[in-house]
């Protein structure tokens, strides 16, 4: 059987994603043209009684993109579950493992990689404290090294 692997991200939630940074993109490119209008009207004399504040409805539509696309790139990110949307902390660890296996994933890594993290019987994982004078593994809790004696 071919099981996917947690750590990846959907294509429907990468593809959310892309769509919200696009949003964000457009909206803050609206929500700036109204001050470059502004800044190019003024030297017409004119300006605020030509365009009765017509052309703030591009700011304020601007704005709105802002934060639909902020939710919707929250919402590829993270899944339904991770951003808070729909509340279930099981799914929500599943649609977070890509962020929290990344974040703690090398961590982890470099812990295996100088032998200071070793999995258990039961598969979870138990850290070590290397003993200063001889080098030996000893429990994570552990006051004397098991090997020579010597406090930790």
């Known amino acids: 059987m071919d099981r996917k692997d947690p750590r990846e991200i959907s ?8 769509i919200g940074t696009g949003m964000i993109i457009i909206g803050v490119v609206l929500f700036f043209s109204v001050f470059f209008s502004m800044f190019m009207g003024m ?6 009684m030509d365009t009765g504040f017509g052309f703030m409805r591009r700011g304020f539509f601007g704005f709105i993109m802002i934060g639909a696309g902020g939710f919707i790139r929250n919402l ?9 949307l729909i509340l279930d902390p099981d799914r929500a660890r599943e649609d977070l493992n890509p962020y929290s296996s990344a974040a ?23 850290i070590r404290i290397r003993c200063q004078s001889c ?18």
Do not use: H
């Open 11 to 18: 294509s429907k939630r990468k593809s959310l994603y892309y």
């Open 43 to 48: 030297s017409n004399d004119s300006f605020f």
């Open 76 to 84: 590829g990110a993270r899944g339904a579950f991770g951003s808070g």
């Open 104 to 126: 703690g994933g090398m961590l982890n890594d470099a812990l295996k990689e100088v032998g200071l993290l070793k999995k258990t019987d039961g598969g979870k994982s138990e």
């Open 135 to 152: 080098r030996e593994l000893n429990e994570e809790d552990a006051r004397f090294c098991k090997s020579c004696g010597k406090e930790i």
